[in-house]
């Protein structure tokens, strides 16, 4: 069974946008903040945008200004809309669903999605 399913990677020039996605089950998006993490070859996994269940917003200092999350609570589906792309944003990019630690920059995770390839090319 498939929890969190994301779709909208692939290959596109610097300085150009995509569009994740992420449905999940509506169990698992009524009760959880949501989030992106991303794990380039040779890095660790880093949280990149997250958003709570009130829909609430925060993102990481790398991705401020381009990179844009959103929730659709009638489809309970999850986005990262990203623009100005940068090759240093080629990564794995996980849908994740769990809790926000406030206190500092993670998310608490209860559930994966499968992941999807971001390349960015210069």
């Known amino acids: 069974q498939v929890l969190l399913a994301e779709s909208g990677g692939g290959l596109v020039q610097a300085g150009g946008s995509l569009r994740l996605s992420c449905a999940a089950s509506g169990s698992i998006f009524s009760t959880n903040d949501m989030g992106w993490y991303r794990q380039a070859p040779g890095k660790q996994r880093e949280l990149v945008a997250i958003i709570t269940s009130s829909g609430s917003t925060n993102y990481a200092d790398s991705v401020k200004g381009r990179f844009t999350i959103s929730r659709d609570n009638d489809k309970n589906t999850v986005y990262l809309q990203m623009n100005s792309l940068k090759p240093e944003d080629t990564a794995v990019y996980y849908c994740?669903?769990?809790?926000?630690?406030?206190?500092?920059?993670?998310?608490?995770?209860?559930?994966w999605g499968q992941g999807t390839q971001v390349t960015v090319s210069s």
């Open positions: 994740c669903a769990g809790a926000y630690v406030t206190y500092r920059w993670s998310l608490s995770v209860n559930y």
